[in-house]
């Protein structure tokens, strides 16, 4: 098993940026691919990104995931922030024998962490 423990969550002003972290424990992190979902109020939790086994991330414009084994920890760096990015960020993990295949399902992950709020305003 793998605990995950997000932080980096806070109020930001429109344009800006912010650095999730997620430190897992517990078991080997680099025999898990990580993802980051979120969830906004009253919408479904929504894919964000995902990092595989070899480091290689799913970036798109303004998120980029990375992870450092050495520290068992996940990272997503957020810029240019604007108010629809407001939601709770989630971490998760899922123990993978293949070290290439990204992960987009919420449902293909095993372990998640308890969250951390974003809330990007004025």
């Known amino acids: 098993q793998v605990q995950l423990v997000e932080s980096g969550g806070g109020v930001v002003q429109p344009g800006g940026s912010l650095r999730l972290s997620c430190a897992a424990s517990?078991?080997?992190?680099?025999?898990?691919?990580m993802g980051w979902f979120r969830q906004a109020p009253g919408k479904e939790r929504e894919f964000v990104a995902v990092?595989?086994?070899n480091g290689a991330g799913t970036n798109k414009g303004r998120f980029t995931i990375s992870r450092e084994n050495a520290k068992n920890t996940a990272y997503l760096q957020m810029n240019s922030l604007n108010p629809e990015d407001t939601a709770v960020y989630y971490c998760?993990?899922?123990?993978?024998?293949?070290?290439?295949?990204?992960?987009?399902?919420?449902?293909?992950?095993?372990?998640w962490g308890q969250g951390t709020q974003v809330i990007v305003s004025s």
């Open positions: 990092i595989n086994r």
């Open positions: 998760a993990a899922h123990y993978s024998s293949s070290f290439a295949t990204y992960y987009t399902r919420a449902a293909d992950y095993e372990y």
């Open positions: 517990g078991s080997t992190f680099s025999m898990y691919a």
